[in-house]
Each structure stands twice: as structure tokens, then as C-alpha cells.
């Protein structure tokens, strides 16, 4: 399996209340099925390849929350530079058996990201497909704080949006020509239509098919709607809750391949940003 260039989104997963449950839902909502669990750690699939994972949270004050994890071919280097950049270490780099290395940091603002350094897992083996990762984005309330952090960090390269809809940049990873055809993820804005409790995070989305049967189904199990579906030129889009609290959303790509996202397997799907209730 190739490694992922630096900075490059590499894997997801759910840090959840009760695994089992959580298998169900996400079995469910996308067709996952999932490996005998080991240790703390819970593995999908997607059509037999690895998609993300499930762990059970160690402590019941840690929030129900999907998490995305960049990857980097040195994570202790890596760690320092999020130090030296203002942000928080908050585990430092460890082993992972024969896997790799994670590490999991926070940005000066509190939006928690992980960090791995692959062994012999690289990270995911599809994605951009339905019932697998295909983008994420950081929602911050200091834009100039958080651009600087990541761009020092990562070393991605910054595109604002154009039309004025909204405060958003792409980013895309160093050494690419930068702009939508090259984004590895984004970076939002907190406003004032967001509750005034929410802090700063990333925003992990899934490809699926029918993005308002997904809705529909997350509703069914005991999920919520935090966005309804609606259409962005990348596609149709909502943001859902599980069953257990952790927000995720959905992109279901149009059907017309001349739209500006292709569907191709990588990291070339790219959101505009989206409502979030409390």
C-alpha cells in the first residue's frame, strides 16, 4: 500500500460510548462490516477494504467524536513543529504494535487532529467512493490564527474561495499547484449561525450514494439531522449526528461526470462549508 504524501488526510475514526452499538449504526447507515475486534480498536470495511475504525472511549468525559489523522513520515518531527507553531501535543507519538505511530495534537484554537506514521497500515484503502472518507475541514472563530497554523505545520498552500458565498479555503498540500483540483481539506469559519458553544473542530464527510437516504437512515436509528440536504456544485450535502453524539457529514456526488468533482478515487472532492445546529 503506497504511503500518503505529508499533510494528506489518512484515516478516521469514531471514539464512541459503545462499539457494538456504533457497529450497527455505521453497518447500517453505509454497509460496513467490520473485523473481530482487537484491543481498542475496531476496523470497516467498505466492499472489503479498509475505510476507518471504531474505538471505545477510554473516558466517559472525552467527547463522542470522529477524528481525522494526517499523515507524516516522521510524527515525533512533526509534533514539534506543532509546538513550535502554538498548538498542543496532546499524545505524543506512540507506537502502534506493527502498524505505525499516532500521535494526537490540537490547534492553538482546540481543534483536535491526529497524526500518523505508517508502518505496515498506511491508511485507508479506498476512499472517494461511497461508504468511504472522501474530505474534511477545520471550523474555527480565527481564521488568520488557524491559516497560519496549518500552513506552517503542513505547509499548505491556501485558496480562498472566489464568489464571496462564504469565508472558506482550500488547502492543498505542499509542492501541489494550488486550487480545487489539488485540496486535501478546508478551513471554515465559526459565525454567528453557529450555537455560541461550539468549539473549534474538523468536520469529517463520507461519500454516499442517495445523501437524503442517509439522512433518512441516520433519522431511523436514532440519529439527527444537524443540516438537511442541500446542493452544493460538488454535489448534495448534510450534516448528521449519530445515535451516541458524533457529528459527521455526507457528500453524495452528482450524477453529471462534468462537474467539478470527478468521483475519482483520492481527495479531490471539495465542500463548501455548512451549517451546524447544536
Same mark, same amino acid.
Given at each position: 500500500?503506497?504511503?500518503?504524501?505529508?499533510?494528506?488526510?489518512?484515516?478516521?475514526?469514531?471514539?464512541?460510548?459503545?462499539?457494538?452499538?456504533?457497529?450497527?449504526?455505521?453497518?447500517?447507515?453505509?454497509?460496513?462490516?467490520?473485523?473481530?475486534?482487537?484491543?481498542?480498536?475496531?476496523?470497516?470495511?467498505?466492499?472489503?477494504?479498509?475505510?476507518?475504525?471504531?474505538?471505545?472511549?477510554?473516558?466517559?468525559?472525552?467527547?463522542?467524536?470522529?477524528?481525522?489523522?494526517?499523515?507524516?513520515?516522521?510524527?515525533?518531527?512533526?509534533?514539534?513543529?506543532?509546538?513550535?507553531? +502554538?498548538?498542543?501535543?496532546?499524545?505524543?507519538?506512540?507506537?502502534?504494535?506493527?502498524?505505525?505511530?499516532?500521535?494526537?495534537?490540537?490547534?492553538?484554537?482546540?481543534?483536535?487532529?491526529?497524526?500518523?506514521?505508517?508502518?505496515?497500515?498506511?491508511?485507508?484503502?479506498?476512499?472517494?467512493?461511497?461508504?468511504?472518507?472522501?474530505?474534511?475541514?477545520?471550523?474555527?472563530?480565527?481564521?488568520?490564527?488557524?491559516?497560519?497554523?496549518?500552513?506552517?505545520?503542513?505547509?499548505?498552500?491556501?485558496?480562498?474561495?472566489?464568489? +464571496?458565498?462564504?469565508?472558506?479555503?482550500?488547502?492543498?498540500?505542499?509542492?501541489?499547484?494550488?486550487?480545487?483540483?489539488?485540496?486535501?481539506?478546508?478551513?471554515?469559519?465559526?459565525? +454567528?449561525?453557529?450555537?455560541?458553544?461550539?468549539?473549534?473542530?474538523?468536520?469529517?464527510?463520507?461519500?454516499?450514494?442517495?445523501?437524503?437516504?442517509?439522512?433518512?437512515?441516520?433519522?431511523?436509528?436514532?440519529?439527527?439531522?444537524?443540516?438537511?440536504?442541500?446542493?452544493?456544485?460538488?454535489?448534495?450535502?448534510?450534516?448528521?449526528?449519530?445515535?451516541?453524539?458524533?457529528?459527521?457529514?455526507?457528500?453524495?456526488?452528482?450524477?453529471?461526470?462534468?462537474?467539478?468533482?470527478?468521483?475519482?478515487?483520492?481527495?479531490?472532492?471539495?465542500?463548501?462549508?455548512?451549517?451546524?445546529?447544536?
Amino acid at each position: 500500500m503506497a504511503a500518503f504524501p505529508e499533510g494528506t488526510p489518512c484515516w478516521v475514526d469514531a471514539a464512541l460510548p459503545d462499539v457494538e452499538a456504533g457497529k450497527r449504526f455505521y453497518g447500517e447507515l453505509f454497509g460496513w462490516t467490520f473485523a473481530p475486534g482487537e484491543g481498542a480498536q475496531t476496523d470497516a470495511f467498505s466492499d472489503g477494504k479498509l475505510v476507518a475504525a471504531l474505538t471505545p472511549k477510554g473516558d466517559g468525559r472525552m467527547p463522542t467524536v470522529w477524528g481525522v489523522y494526517f499523515a507524516t513520515p516522521d510524527a515525533y518531527l512533526l509534533s514539534g513543529r506543532v509546538s513550535d507553531a +502554538g498548538g498542543q501535543v496532546i499524545v505524543p507519538p506512540q507506537q502502534m504494535g506493527t502498524t505505525g505511530i499516532v500521535a494526537v495534537a490540537a490547534d492553538p484554537s482546540g481543534a483536535v487532529f491526529g497524526l500518523w506514521q505508517a508502518a505496515e497500515r498506511a491508511g485507508f484503502e479506498e476512499q472517494g467512493k461511497p461508504g468511504s472518507y472522501c474530505w474534511t475541514e477545520v471550523y474555527t472563530r480565527d481564521k488568520e490564527r488557524a491559516d497560519a497554523f496549518y500552513e506552517t505545520v503542513f505547509g499548505f498552500l491556501g485558496t480562498d474561495l472566489e464568489d +464571496g458565498s462564504a469565508d472558506f479555503r482550500l488547502w492543498s498540500p505542499r509542492g501541489a499547484e494550488p486550487g480545487p483540483d489539488t485540496a486535501i481539506g478546508g478551513r471554515s469559519v465559526i459565525t +454567528g449561525a453557529f450555537p455560541a458553544e461550539m468549539p473549534d473542530h474538523f468536520l469529517v464527510y463520507f461519500c454516499v450514494e442517495d445523501c437524503d437516504a442517509a439522512a433518512a437512515t441516520v433519522t431511523a436509528l436514532g440519529g439527527r439531522v444537524q443540516a438537511p440536504p442541500f446542493d452544493i456544485p460538488y454535489g448534495r450535502i448534510a450534516v448528521l449526528t449519530d445515535n451516541q453524539g458524533a457529528t459527521f457529514a455526507v457528500l453524495a456526488e452528482p450524477a453529471d461526470e462534468n462537474t467539478p468533482h470527478d468521483g475519482a478515487e483520492g481527495t479531490d472532492a471539495t465542500p463548501a462549508p455548512v451549517p451546524e445546529s447544536g
